[in-house]
């Protein structure tokens, strides 16, 4: 009589660590095959396994035995191919009752076929939605969700987004279109929200009524092409800015031109990028007032600009690819921005080594000391041969053309809101 261990009489949690040392789905989907125990282990482990299934990086067949098999575990779906959207929102439908965060591919053609679908899922805090600029209504289906904070909208026409101001329970909004959707007229009643970013985003807000604030919750503004034919609105939770396209000719200092007293206390962390325009030393003196900002990005600055900058807050400054700056304009910077720990200028091809030695005498006068010191970013053409200097008050690090710089949302704060 045999006294070896056939594996079905193993125990299911056991089993399940087997299929962590399946490297393929095809794998796995041959050993759940095998037998009913197989299967039973298989949704243990894809219960741990596949919490968050994104559907894009793994075969229909595979994705449709986790939902069988283990969806009440998933809490996050994220679908790719159009031609599978169907059938596996079906399955979702069925088999995911915690379902919390999707997102999906939505077309014309099955978009009446999956509503019902999507409607069962009434748990949902999150729903991404890629469409292909074709007409399609989704607000009044988005409607229907209780629960429903982050909202993600690709490709889709301003006219199918005329109802989007009801969805009032929104935190989180991004809207990734191809025409300039006025923020004001669209998303103003929207107060619940701390982020919005809009791809092409058309500016007009009227002057402030007293007691009707624009968004009071909103710490992050985040617009791709900002078409701005009126000044910054004031809004008193917002803590990071960006623009990476300013269009028309409008400057930092026509956008702040009546509200950067109030913003002077509030704004922690901008970048702006222009689209036509140099930055000027009126710009770096509307700035200087911004006795919160910590964190700028400018790329295609010159030493003028830097130069005029004066704040004892910024400590994060990204000025990436701009080709005229020199090493005078650095130093004159270091004088004016006293609390500086980081200096991003990738690109700045003018500048060099030489600029150490001068830097680190106006470091030690600043006070830097060795346990905070200044990182400075630099390319190629830096120049090396500097190790024999006294490098404690700073640190040089070697950025590439195609790293982005890591200053989104730097330190964004948390309220009571967020815990």
Same mark, same amino acid.
């Given at each position: !009589?045999?006294?070896?261990?056939?594996?079905?009489?193993?125990?299911?949690?056991?089993?399940?660590?087997?299929?962590?040392?399946? %490297?393929?789905?095809?794998?796995?989907?041959?050993?759940?095959?095998?037998?009913?125990?197989?299967?039973?282990?298989?949704? &243990?482990?894809?219960? =741990?396994?596949?919490?968050?299934?994104?559907?894009?990086?793994?075969?229909?067949?595979? $994705?449709?035995? /986790?939902?069988?098999?283990?969806?009440?575990?998933?809490?996050?779906?994220? *679908? #790719?191919?159009?031609?599978?959207?169907?059938?596996?929102?079906?399955?979702?439908?069925?088999?995911?009752?915690?379902?919390?965060?999707?997102?999906?591919?939505?077309?014309?053609?099955?978009?009446?076929?999956? #509503?019902?679908?999507?409607?069962? !899922?009434?748990?949902?805090?999150?729903?991404?939605?890629?469409? +292909?600029?074709?007409?399609?209504?989704?607000?009044?289906?988005?409607?229907?969700?209780?629960?429903?904070?982050?909202?993600?909208?690709?490709?889709? &026409?301003?006219?199918?987004?005329?109802?989007?101001?009801?969805?009032?329970?929104?935190?989180?909004?991004?809207?990734?279109?191809?025409?300039?959707?006025?923020?004001?007229?669209?998303?103003?009643?929207?107060?619940?929200?701390?982020?919005?970013? /809009?791809?092409?985003?058309?500016?007009? $807000?009227?002057?402030?009524?007293?007691?009707?604030?624009?968004?009071?919750?909103?710490?992050?503004?985040? *617009?791709?092409?900002?078409?701005?034919?009126?000044?910054?609105?004031?809004?008193?939770?917002?803590?990071?800015?960006?623009?990476?396209?300013?269009?028309?000719?409008?400057?930092?200092?026509?956008?702040?031109?009546?509200?950067?007293?109030?913003?002077?206390?509030?704004?922690?962390?901008?970048?702006?990028?222009?689209?036509?325009? =140099?930055?000027?030393?009126?710009?770096?003196?509307?700035?200087?007032?911004?006795?919160?900002?910590?964190?700028?990005? !400018?790329?295609?600055?010159?030493?003028?600009?830097? %130069?005029?900058?004066? @704040?004892?807050?910024?400590?994060?400054?990204?000025?990436? +690819?701009?080709?005229?700056?020199?090493?005078?304009?650095?130093?004159?910077?270091?004088? %004016?921005?006293?609390?500086?720990? *980081?200096?991003?200028? %990738?690109?700045?091809?003018?500048?060099?080594?030489?600029?150490?030695?001068?830097?680190?005498?106006?470091?030690?006068?600043?006070?830097?000391?060795?346990?905070?010191? /200044?990182?400075?970013?630099?390319?190629?053409?830096?120049? +090396?041969?500097?190790?024999?200097?006294?490098?404690? *008050?700073?640190?040089? @690090?070697?950025?590439?053309?195609?790293?982005?710089?890591?200053?989104?949302?730097?330190?964004?704060?948390?309220?009571?809101?967020?815990?």
């Amino acid at each position: !009589m045999s006294d070896k261990l056939s594996i079905l009489e193993v125990s299911v949690e056991v089993i399940s660590e087997i299929f962590e040392h399946l %490297g393929s789905a095809e794998d796995r989907l041959e050993v759940v095959a095998a037998h009913p125990k197989f299967a039973e282990g298989f949704a &243990r482990f894809a219960a =741990t396994a596949h919490r968050t299934l994104k559907c894009g990086q793994l075969p229909l067949s595979y $994705c449709s035995k /986790v939902l069988q098999l283990a969806g009440d575990s998933v809490k996050s779906l994220a *679908l #790719q191919n159009p031609a599978n959207v169907v059938a596996l929102m079906k399955l979702a439908s069925d088999h995911c009752p915690n379902l919390e965060e999707i997102s999906i591919p939505v077309r014309t053609e099955y978009w009446a076929v999956i #509503q019902p679908f999507l409607l069962s !899922m009434q748990k949902l805090k999150r729903i991404d939605l890629r469409n +292909d600029f074709r007409p399609l209504e989704v607000i009044g289906a988005l409607l229907e969700f209780p629960q429903l904070e982050f909202l993600l909208l690709v490709g889709f &026409r301003n006219d199918n987004l005329s109802r989007i101001d009801e969805l009032l329970g929104l935190t989180s909004l991004h809207v990734i279109n191809n025409e300039p959707i006025d923020v004001y007229l669209f998303f103003a009643p929207l107060k619940n929200l701390t982020k919005l970013e /809009v791809k092409v985003a058309y500016v007009n $807000c009227p002057a402030q009524i007293d007691g009707d604030e624009y968004w009071p919750k909103i710490k992050e503004l985040i *617009l791709t092409f900002g078409i701005f034919r009126s000044e910054m609105p004031y809004l008193p939770s917002l803590w990071h800015l960006s623009i990476s396209h300013v269009m028309p000719d409008r400057k930092i200092s026509q956008l702040f031109a009546s509200s950067v007293s109030q913003y002077a206390h509030t704004l922690g962390s901008m970048g702006v990028v222009y689209e036509t325009q =140099t930055a000027s030393i009126a710009d770096a003196r509307i700035i200087s007032e911004l006795k919160s900002l910590r964190v700028l990005c !400018m790329p295609y600055v010159n030493n003028a600009f830097v %130069g005029a900058l004066k @704040s004892d807050s910024l400590e994060r400054l990204f000025i990436r +690819d701009s080709w005229n700056l020199t090493n005078s304009g650095i130093l004159r910077l270091l004088r %004016g921005c006293k609390n500086l720990r *980081l200096i991003d200028f %990738g690109g700045c091809k003018r500048i060099t080594k030489h600029l150490v030695q001068p830097a680190l005498k106006i470091l030690r006068k600043n006070g830097v000391l060795p346990g905070n010191p /200044v990182e400075m970013r630099v390319n190629a053409e830096f120049g +090396d041969h500097i190790s024999h200097m006294d490098l404690t *008050l700073m640190v040089i @690090s070697r950025c590439t053309a195609d790293e982005k710089p890591d200053w989104t949302g730097y330190n964004l704060p948390n309220t009571s809101e967020d815990n």
